[in-house]
């Protein structure tokens, strides 16, 4: 989805600029987790920037690299990244939590939040039933209809079609009438 591969650019490109070079021996970590992701940068944050004010506040503690992202178009306006990945994490359409940093002292970790599992789960339910009704619909309006045909009118692939076929007749759905080559789909229930 666009939102969220502009804020994972924004937090990658703010944990490359405004990281502390002067701390040896560290690096930009960034941690994929199955409800979130963590951007860890080296430092603490720059001035007078906290939690609660970077949205109102700006500094660059690197400005050479921050004018240099300018110009090749990763930053698109210097001191609106962290505006710009809170708006379009509320325009998200799924209503994730918001992102959060947080200062150890020793480095900066800011969080983009998944929508969540169950949000995925509903979504590959409804996707799968959607795909059982259409096949069930094209057996009924053409019983004779092949596993070809059933491809390029699902989008399946030959095993996905043959996959959903043996769960319809497992759960009494669908009966084959006839042999492989001659027969025909009888759709029990729909």
């Given at each position: 989805?666009?939102?969220?591969?502009?804020?994972?650019?924004?937090?990658?490109?703010?944990?490359?600029?405004?990281?502390?070079?002067?701390?040896?021996?560290?690096?930009?970590?960034?941690?994929?987790?199955?409800?979130r992701i963590?951007?860890?940068?080296?430092?603490?944050?720059?001035?007078?920037?906290?939690?609660?004010?970077?949205?109102?506040?700006?500094?660059?503690?690197?400005?050479?690299?921050?004018?240099?992202?300018?110009?090749?178009?990763?930053?698109?306006?210097?001191?609106?990244?962290?505006?710009?990945?809170?708006?379009?994490?509320?325009?998200?359409?799924?209503?994730?939590k918001l992102?959060?940093?947080?200062?150890?002292?020793?480095?900066?970790?800011?969080?983009?939040?998944?929508?969540?599992?169950?949000?995925?789960?509903?979504?590959?339910?409804?996707?799968?039933?959607?795909?059982?009704?259409?096949?069930?619909?094209l057996l009924?309006?053409?019983?004779?209809?092949?596993?070809?045909?059933?491809?390029?009118?699902?989008?399946?692939?030959?095993?996905?079609?043959?996959?959903?076929?043996?769960?319809?007749?497992?759960?009494?759905?669908?009966?084959?009438?006839?042999?492989?080559?001659?027969?025909?789909?009888?759709?029990?229930?729909?």
């Amino acid at each position: 989805m666009k939102i969220r591969n502009f804020a994972i650019r924004e937090l990658i490109t703010n944990a490359v600029v405004h990281r502390d070079y002067n701390i040896k021996g560290s690096r930009i970590i960034i941690r994929m987790f199955k409800d979130r992701i963590e951007f860890n940068s080296p430092g603490n944050l720059p001035a007078n920037i906290t939690p609660e004010n970077i949205v109102y506040e700006q500094y660059s503690r690197n400005p050479a690299v921050a004018d240099v992202f300018s110009k090749v178009k990763y930053i698109e306006e210097i001191g609106e990244g962290w505006d710009k990945i809170i708006d379009s994490i509320k325009k998200h359409p799924l209503k994730p939590k918001l992102p959060e940093i947080i200062d150890t002292g020793n480095s900066v970790i800011a969080t983009l939040f998944s929508p969540g599992e169950m949000v995925e789960k509903k979504t590959v339910e409804k996707t799968v039933e959607k795909t059982v009704e259409k096949i069930l619909h094209l057996l009924k309006e053409n019983p004779k209809i092949t596993q070809e045909k059933l491809t390029r009118k699902t989008g399946l692939s030959r095993r996905g079609i043959e996959w959903n076929i043996k769960k319809l007749k497992e759960k009494g759905f669908l009966k084959r009438i006839g042999p492989d080559k001659g027969g025909y789909w009888e759709v029990i229930k729909v």
